[in-house]
């Protein structure tokens, strides 16, 4: 069958042209919102990795004044984005647009910030509340978010992790009592395997092997306090990271462990965003954050270990 030459010089087009690579197709950005509208782009995606683009540091940063002054590389897509879509729960939740730039102040730190027309339902917190609270992943571009699950308190699953993590657990708080070079846990090792860990949150989402469940844990293991300790306030163990439980009951690990007192000075706390999978991975998305510091992240969890993709501090004091 001949071909009209409309036709053959239609394929000659598109054979001749430059194929669209298709990382261009995924460029995609997140950003946090803030429930006052405030706005932080924190990582960008070009369909195989992940960067961390907008500025944290502003000593010796010449600040644009608008918008339209921003220079491309701190977006990380083009065209630079003027809207973004809310993902909330694992669900889309409207859109805001960016309207402007500014700089706020988080935690001691001086930040550059977009600013938005969202407008949260009820009354803000004032500025000054640490961690501030967030009311979304933004993004702009295809990417979508899913829901990261909270495990329900005593559920088998809850239970599931307990068990698996307390080996762990003891190994991990074994390690930070030694790490001090003159003090000594006035509790003996043997006492202190003995007494119960308490889980406080667990997090979950399928990972990319067949078969595996990723959980993100935190744990604490408390002591009563002794004559020594200030205001009644005993001793504390905080652990946290990651499990991975996989066929055949194999567990696998990436925990860490602080000794801290009852007041939890110097510890932070996951708040998840959502799971994202691209270039056939599964990423998740979080923020952690406590009185002293606050930062969001996008990591891989996978059996062979944690690939951290990018982590963006968003403020801290303290050094």
Request: hydrophobic share 40%; glycine share 8%.
């Amino acid at each position: 069958m001949k071909l009209p030459a409309s036709v053959l010089l239609a394929i000659a087009v598109a054979l001749l042209a430059p194929a669209v690579p298709a990382s261009q197709e995924r460029d995609a950005m997140l950003a946090v919102l803030r429930r006052d509208g405030i706005v932080t782009p924190f990582a960008a995606f070009d369909g195989r990795r992940w960067t961390a683009r907008w500025p944290a540091n502003l000593q010796n940063l010449e600040l644009p004044i608008s918008l339209e002054d921003v220079p491309e590389r701190w977006w990380g897509m083009e065209p630079p984005p003027r809207s973004m879509t809310i993902w909330r729960d694992g669900a889309r939740a409207g859109s805001v647009a960016i309207t402007g730039l500014s700089t706020t102040r988080l935690m001691c730190e001086r930040r550059i910030v977009l600013k938005s027309d969202y407008k949260a339902p009820g009354a803000t917190p004032p500025p000054f509340e640490v961690p501030y609270p967030k009311d979304g992943l933004l993004v702009a571009g295809n990417l979508t978010v899913e829901k990261i699950q909270t495990v329900e308190r005593g559920s088998l699953e809850w239970n599931q992790v307990l068990i698996a993590l307390r080996e762990e657990f003891n190994k991990q708080e074994t390690i930070a009592s030694r790490s001090f070079s003159s003090w000594v846990h006035p509790f003996p090792e043997q006492q202190r395997h003995a007494r119960p860990i308490s889980i406080e949150a667990v997090y979950s989402a399928p990972a990319r092997e067949k078969g595996w469940t990723t959980y993100y844990v935190e744990a604490v293991r408390e002591y009563p306090p002794g004559r020594e300790d200030k205001d009644g306030c005993g001793l504390a163990t905080y652990a946290h990271g990651w499990v991975l439980l996989g066929p055949k009951n194999v567990a696998r690990m990436r925990v860490s462990a602080r000794i801290t007192y009852c007041d939890r000075k110097g510890v932070g706390y996951m708040l998840p965003f959502g799971l994202i999978r691209a270039n056939d991975r599964h990423y998740w998305v979080y923020q952690y954050s406590g009185f002293e510091e606050e930062w969001y992240e996008v990591a891989e969890p996978t059996p062979r270990g944690i690939n951290g993709q990018i982590a963006y501090v968003a403020g801290m004091c303290g050094g």
